[in-house]
């Protein structure tokens, strides 16, 4: 397995995911604002599980995955961000690409802190997977995160309906 | 992380998942004769990634978890057998047991092998977590599950409703003293 790197940011430190994290996780998924765009249902502790395990996985078999995000001053747990591919049934494909994706309790929400977090792993990524593309998938009606994405620089390359929803696939 | 162990027996190779094993995982976790006593819906291809994810994570946090099978002879992939803590929402709750679990493809049912994995299983279990109960949870009427969890020295402690009834069994610590 490969290591999980630390990354730190001004206000925030990125860092791989620790079991004692999962209370936190929990309360992360369990906010309706949180899981608004992500699936549209509040999580179960048994599905912030499920998640919890797989953000590992993904470091296991691809080498990039999510980070927990923390915040410095406090050292809470604000959320998490990171890359992932997730085999999505979806049109046009985005397998083989690293997706970028964030999510904070709404308290850390405004302060600028997931394009912070999300700069953040971006420049790791150019490092470390200087080939491979960066996409995001973000739904039409999710004006904060696609204003994230702009600002990082992500740029619209098509609409489609995934699950049901109508969704943005931007690249950059 | 913790290291994921490989274990060989007399026909099989019990070893960490790998990514190029998807399209088997898929394979078995979108069979209806598979899930008919799990869920019994079949998993869509994305809900079996999310599962492949998931296995690396367990032995990640936990220091247990699931492993493939693989036939020697063929080098074919058979199915999965091991443990997890899933956190599942029940009463009783699992958490803290070792949740012992087995799939195989369907061609390779009445073999012995999910046996011949789980007894494998066990063995390495009983040295690295001694002090754990192991608990199986099988939905009525999975004979053959339930009779393969008797072998193997479980027994029936309470019925209980998650996504409908299914037996709890145990297989107490204790037990590893005889």
Same mark, same amino acid.
């Given at each position: 397995?490969?290591?999980?790197?630390?990354? =730190?940011?001004? *206000?925030l430190v990125l860092r791989p995911y620790r079991r004692d994290d999962?209370?936190?996780?929990?309360?992360?998924?369990?906010?309706? =604002?949180?899981? *608004?765009?992500?699936g549209g249902v509040p999580f179960s502790r048994e599905q912030a599980w499920a998640r919890f395990l797989r953000q590992i996985g993904m470091w296991h078999y691809f080498g990039f995955g999510f980070f927990a995000i923390q915040e410095r001053a406090t050292g809470t747990f604000i959320g998490e961000a990171g890359f992932h591919d997730l085999h999505r049934v979806i049109t046009p494909s985005i397998e083989g690409t690293?997706?970028?994706g964030w999510a904070l309790v709404p308290p850390a929400h405004g302060q600028g802190y997931a394009t912070e977090a999300v700069a953040a792993a971006l420049a790791w990524a150019k490092q470390s997977f200087p080939t491979l593309r960066r996409t995001c998938l973000i739904d039409v009606s999710n004006k904060a995160s696609l204003r994230v994405a702009t600002k990082l620089g992500f740029r619209e390359v098509a609409r489609t309906?995934?699950?049901?929803?109508?969704?943005?696939i931007l690249e950059r | 992380m913790h290291a994921m162990p490989e274990m060989t027996t007399d026909r099989l190779i019990l070893r960490p998942h790998?990514?190029?094993?998807?399209?088997?995982?898929?394979?078995?976790?979108?069979d209806p004769d598979v899930v008919r006593h799990i869920s019994g819906k079949p998993f869509t291809a994305e809900e079996c990634w999310i599962r492949l994810m998931n296995r690396?994570?367990?032995?990640?946090?936990?220091?247990?978890?699931?492993?493939?099978?693989?036939?020697?002879?063929?080098?074919?992939?058979?199915?999965?057998?091991?443990?997890?803590?899933?956190?599942?929402?029940?009463?009783?709750?699992?958490?803290?047991?070792?949740?012992t679990g087995w799939v195989l493809l369907p061609e390779f049912h009445g073999k012995g092998y999910a046996f011949e994995a789980m007894d494998a299983m066990i063995a390495w279990a009983d040295v690295h977590f001694a002090s754990r109960d192991m608990t199986a949870i099988i939905s009525p009427g999975n004979e053959p599950s339930?009779?393969?969890?008797?072998?193997?020295?479980?027994?029936?402690?309470?019925?209980?409703?998650?996504?409908?009834?299914?037996v709890v069994l145990r297989r107490s610590a204790a037990r590893k003293a005889t």
């Open positions: 397995m490969p290591s999980i790197p630390t990354l =730190e940011t001004e *206000r999962f209370p936190a996780y929990v309360h992360l998924f369990a906010d309706a =604002e949180v899981t *608004r765009f992500i690293m997706e970028t309906v995934y699950h049901g929803a109508t969704v943005v | 790998r990514g190029d094993d998807y399209q088997a995982f898929c394979d078995l976790w979108a690396p994570g367990m032995w990640h946090f936990m220091g247990f978890g699931f492993l493939a099978i693989e036939e020697r002879v063929t080098g074919r992939f058979v199915g999965e057998a091991g443990f997890h803590e899933v956190r599942r929402d029940m009463t009783p709750s699992l958490i803290g047991t070792l949740e339930f009779k393969l969890a008797a072998k193997l020295g479980f027994s029936e402690f309470a019925r209980t409703d998650y996504h409908g009834e299914v």
